[in-house]
């Protein structure tokens, strides 16, 4: 009997969530609103009745699948399978895993969002050729997950990788978190908007202004502009270089095969990528006498949620 | 019949060695000098002859000893049992371990010594109540080590855990390894008595020009003024606010359950050690709603390198 595995990735607006085999293809997939403004209890018989739903679609038994991941935002206790806190979600110390677990009968594992998405690609994606990774969302803030020999890593109770949450500059930027200075405040899509923003301000002859005024600023305005406007240069590679001093820590400290970039931000491509490879290569300790560190982006977009939550099983 | 382990510290002028029971006991323990200018196969020579001299002393025998771990300087590979380069050997891919096992038949495992130490000091040390701890020791450089589920964490290769290289302020003061604002820049001994000497230039009138001139300054200056004198009290709270960021990252990134110190700055004890969990207690993500990181001083001062290689076979 083929062995199957249910995804499920848990937003603050829909669950998504799919059957999954151990190669990480998804047979099906599907996805209903989170309706946790109706409470706990209410988020677990929605996830079940999703699950339910997949197993009808895909044909797939009950009996044939190992167990059912679910990614959720916020922060996480593995162990107990249990929400600590999501802002999110609005909650605190729920146990969402038990909780789906009593609905369904099928055993439920939990993880959090971004580490999961670490492990889907890791296990599914761009990066398939390693056991040894970080994955850093560039997002409106920067998460990202830690996996260890195929395993994820994260801390005692979950608590860990918290990688957008190393300060760069000490006394710098405000961060969301309390500190100042953190990689978040000057490598999320919301840095750099915030950037692209104050360089516009300074410089009100700027070709970004084409653009229609500051509301119509995103991350791409920047390198739109990167080879025709001096102040959209300057941002992007004061970006880079932010962006290249975090990866390097965490390279450092970790020392992973590869660091996944993820998030909309890199859709830049080589753009951004060649540039940052060039800072790690260069910044990496011991530089060329000890393993290097392969840089790439993710392949699995919004997917990746969803198999890292399934791969929690395999 | 009852096992022992041998464990080795490698240094650049002396190899220390010890036998060790399996509770962190030290039966007897002695050195000899390391000879690195007569090559490595002097210096697995001298480890061979040092470790039979200990078997004898102890009236441990051979078949009692379950293996030797080697404490080494450098960049090593764990799994070859190389020295993949040290600066304080001269060495470049030296195998250390198989040459040692060849001189003397017991097998050898190779780590860093600063990874070791973290070792040491987790199962032996301050660390005795906890499975996951980062060790960061304080002195010429900042070293550290990752021990994650009672086992060291080393990264690819073993080229990980090079936790004084993560940069606190992109395009600070010159490190060591060629960035620029390393933790090591901010929290080593050398950058406390660099800030010292440049706080005296800055005042000629302070108090800390009693200690005889600039060639006096130790990393114990800025603290024995520190009650007396603006400019030292000014130094200590910079280094306590950037030890205190580079602590807080490292907690936020893995979350372990206590952060130990290490390094002859630690003979401050409290006075270091109080402003330290404070800043970590306010700025270590989720505050109060995730899991609290202990920050410890280490116990074992220069044991915690031989207890750590014996543990490398527990």
Redesign the interface.
Same mark, same amino acid.
């Given at each position: 009997m083929k062995k199957y595995y249910i995804g499920i990735d848990l937003g603050g607006t829909f669950i998504k969530g799919g059957v999954v085999d151990s190669d990480g293809n998804i047979l099906v997939c599907d996805k209903t609103p989170t309706e946790s403004e109706l409470g706990g209890g209410k988020v677990a018989s929605n996830i079940a009745t999703l699950a339910e739903r997949l197993l009808q679609t895909s044909g797939v038994s009950k009996a044939q699948i190992v167990g059912i991941g679910v990614g959720s935002p916020g922060?996480i206790d593995s162990a107990k399978g249990e929400v600590? +806190?999501s802002g999110n979600l609005q909650w605190t110390h729920f146990p969402i895993a038990k909780e789906t677990e009593k609905r369904i009968g099928i055993p439920v594992k939990l993880a959090n969002d971004a580490n999961v998405a670490a492990l889907g690609e890791t296990k599914f994606g761009c990066g398939k050729a390693y056991n /040894?990774t970080i994955f850093i969302t560039l997002g409106t803030g920067v998460g990202g997950g830690i996996v260890?020999d195929g395993k994820l +890593?994260?801390? /005692?109770?979950s &608590?860990?990788?918290?990688?957008g949450?190393?300060?760069?500059?000490?006394g710098g930027e405000q961060c969301t978190?309390?500190?100042k200075g953190c990689f978040e405040a000057y490598a999320s899509a919301t840095a750099l908007i915030r950037d692209t923003k104050r360089a516009m301000l300074a410089d009100k002859g700027c070709k970004m202004w084409e653009i229609g005024g500051l509301e119509a600023v995103t991350g791409k305005t920047p390198f739109d502009y990167y080879d025709t406007d001096a102040s959209a240069k300057s941002v992007v590679d004061r970006y880079i270089?932010?962006l290249g &001093?975090g990866i390097? /820590?965490?390279a450092?400290? +970790?020392? %992973?095969?590869a660091i996944i970039l993820g998030g909309g931000v890199c859709a830049q491509g080589d753009t951004l990528l060649k540039p940052l490879q060039e800072i790690l290569d260069?910044?990496l +300790? &011991?530089?060329e006498?000890? %393993?290097q560190?392969k840089l790439l982006i993710a392949t699995l977009g919004n997917n990746a949620g969803l198999l890292g939550a399934a791969a929690l099983w395999m």
């Open positions: 922060m600590v +806190f /040894n260890i +890593f994260e801390g /005692n109770r &608590a860990g990788a918290e990688l949450h190393a300060v760069l500059m000490v978190c309390g500190r270089t932010m &001093a390097t /820590n965490l450092n400290e +970790f020392r %992973p095969e260069k910044e +300790f &011991a530089g006498k000890g %393993p560190v």
